[in-house]
């Protein structure tokens, strides 16, 4: 089955700018989708598209995909980026959703 | 504004079935864009995607293989909802369940989410 691989953790400090990837077998041929979840909510997509951003999401969200390796790009990270991060593509060999197994943002 | 509104029962025992209905505000399941999935989430497994249903001239449905054997998601036209039944369920079975609208049957964009339901499975 595809497996998506994320760090369990990132941290940054306020107004730097944090990275969070997404591995997957030739991920760069896929669409990939992001979300963001803070504890007890539901998780709220923040990309979609590999780079797409929905509309009310900051335009300090961005994304980008190539080769192997997707990534989450968060420019002048604030306190309320605080979050986990999921990355999600779908896996058209078995007809499946597959998710990442996310990453905890730490704002020092 | 699209809404889901999640309902069903919190606690359940061993081998009995897991039921729950999303209730669809501000679209409808019948349209030939829209994907209606299911997914839970554990702190042992991740977000875990189980099915989903969408209409394309005909009702069709996808499903993990994870949980294929014991799971059925139904459309209810008439109510503008769907359901989730999951037979058999063990404490593995316990999570947060998410009823999540998609609007890419070819990519799974998961644009809406439900507001959650914790189901517990013990005896």
């Known amino acids: 089955s595809y497996v998506l691989t994320q760090p369990p953790s990132v941290s940054v400090a306020p107004g730097q700018t944090a990275g969070i990837t997404c591995g997957g077998n030739?991920?760069?041929?896929?669409?990939v989708h992001w979300y963001q979840q803070r504890p007890g909510q539901a998780p709220v997509l923040v990309i979609y598209?590999?780079?797409d951003r929905p509309s009310g999401i900051p335009e300090r969200f961005s994304g980008s995909s190539s080769g192997n390796t997707a990534t989450l790009t968060i420019s002048r990270v604030e306190a309320g980026d605080e979050a986990d991060y999921y990355c999600q593509v779908w896996d058209s060999s078995r007809d499946h959703v597959v998710f990442g197994g996310g990453t905890k943002l730490t704002v020092l | 504004q699209l809404q889901l509104q999640q309902s069903g029962p919190g606690l359940l025992k061993p081998s009995q079935t897991l039921s729950l209905t999303c209730a669809i505000s501000?679209?409808?399941?019948?349209?030939?864009?829209?994907?209606w999935n299911w997914i839970r989430q554990s702190p042992s497994r991740g977000l875990e995607w189980l099915g989903r249903?969408?209409?394309?001239?005909?009702?069709?449905?996808d499903y993990a293989l994870s949980v294929k054997s014991r799971i059925i998601i139904s459309p209810d036209t008439s109510k503008n909802q769907f359901s989730l039944q999951l037979y058999s369920v063990t404490p593995e079975d316990t999570a947060l369940y998410f009823c999540?609208?998609?609007?890419?049957?070819?990519?799974?964009?998961?644009?809406?989410w439900g507001q959650g339901t914790l189901v517990t499975v013990s005896s």
């Open positions: 999540v609208r998609g609007d890419d049957v070819d990519t799974a964009t998961l644009d809406y």
């Open positions: 249903t969408y209409y394309r001239s005909k009702w069709s449905h």
């Open positions: 598209y590999n780079s």
């Open positions: 030739n991920i760069g041929g896929k669409s």
């Open positions: 501000g679209d409808s399941i019948s349209n030939n864009i829209a994907v």
